[in-house]
């Protein structure tokens, strides 16, 4: 049977994350040890968000001063808006379909960029579907939303190399600093080295064996002067508010079919949730998740509420019928 933190969602995974008598994770009893008793979690607040912006050399004259990764999700799309009523920015609003986004995230996108009057440019790559068939094809065992993030984040720092803007803004929430805490860092590692020796002499995949040969130096190598910033990282994070201002004022909308339910997630999160669970016990959204929780921003039950959604057959052959397969070509 599964058991899970008593403080957080993290799952008990042998030989990574280890319960203690009192049923929490050892990733909490971490958190709790380097807080200062009686002290509440700081926040950087807008005064320090705009300090970081204005701190980056932007280029006199250019049309766009930010660029704006736009997902169709409700964090992405705050984003946006903090960046044009708060920031008063000139961004260019651009959206990635990895071949697997929905009607509702184009048209939340759409309807975004319209309302705060942005350019917006919709970019959708075909190496990202090339690749995935591959993968699950051959029965590698990668973590998907690792290569897809990798990979949606190339094409963004590109774009913004080539429309001349430094800034990078991004919907990134606290619970998605990932490369803060280690509970993912051996899935990472186990990923790409079984995503390396799958595409090895495949020339079509040379760019992803370059990337992933030393994912962060190819980064740093490229795109060193682009700068990242995620206002989530300074501002307090309120769900309900954020989706009060959204629906309110941008039209925004959840859409009907999308794990976890109410996330505007793409549909290959089906496939990727349910095998990363098989192959490594959980994913970034179980670390995403408790985060939040460790940080106050979200209450474990509504936090098990999201994390437990189930996942259908029928919802994993709707992501694969992009890629011409079914359930039954990879299970």
Request: some cysteine.
């Amino acid at each position: 049977m599964l058991k899970r933190c008593a403080h957080c969602v993290m799952p008990e995974t042998e030989g990574h994350i280890a319960l203690d008598d009192n049923g929490t994770c050892s990733i909490c009893n971490k958190h709790l040890n380097h807080q200062q008793p009686g002290s509440a979690p700081v926040h950087g607040g807008f005064a320090e968000l705009r300090e970081k912006v204005q701190e980056i050399p932007f280029i006199e004259g250019s049309v766009y001063n930010a660029l704006v990764a736009l997902s169709g999700g409700k964090d992405s799309t705050m984003a946006l808006y903090v960046t044009v009523k708060e920031l008063q920015l000139r961004p260019l609003a651009v959206f990635i379909d990895n071949g697997f986004c929905t009607e509702a995230m184009y048209s939340n996108v759409r309807n975004a960029a319209e309302k705060l009057g942005v350019d917006l440019l919709i970019c959708a790559p075909q190496l990202i579907k090339r690749l995935f068939k591959h993968l699950l094809l051959s029965k590698s065992r990668v973590y998907y939303c690792r290569i897809c993030n990798a990979l949606i984040d190339y094409y963004l720092r590109a774009i913004a190399l080539q429309h001349g803007i430094p800034l990078l803004i991004t919907g990134l929430t606290k619970g998605q600093e990932f490369l803060k805490g280690t509970e993912l860092f051996w899935i990472y590692r186990t990923s790409d080295a079984n995503l390396l020796r799958s595409i090895a002499g495949r020339p079509e995949f040379a760019l992803v064996a370059d990337m992933f040969a030393s994912l962060a130096l190819y980064f740093h190598r490229h795109f060193g002067s682009v700068t990242q910033v995620a206002p989530f990282h300074y501002l307090d994070y309120e769900e309900h508010e954020i989706l009060r201002v959204l629906t309110g004022e941008l039209g925004y909308t959840l859409p009907k079919v999308s794990w976890p339910q109410g996330s505007t997630n793409c549909l290959f999160n089906f496939v990727c949730q349910s095998l990363t669970v098989d192959y490594f016990g959980y994913s970034q959204h179980e670390a995403e998740i408790s985060a939040l929780v460790r940080n106050g921003e979200m209450t474990r039950e509504r936090a098990l509420e999201i994390i437990e959604t189930p996942i259908s057959e029928s919802q994993i052959d709707l992501a694969l019928a992009k890629l011409n397969l079914t359930h039954k070509d990879i299970f």
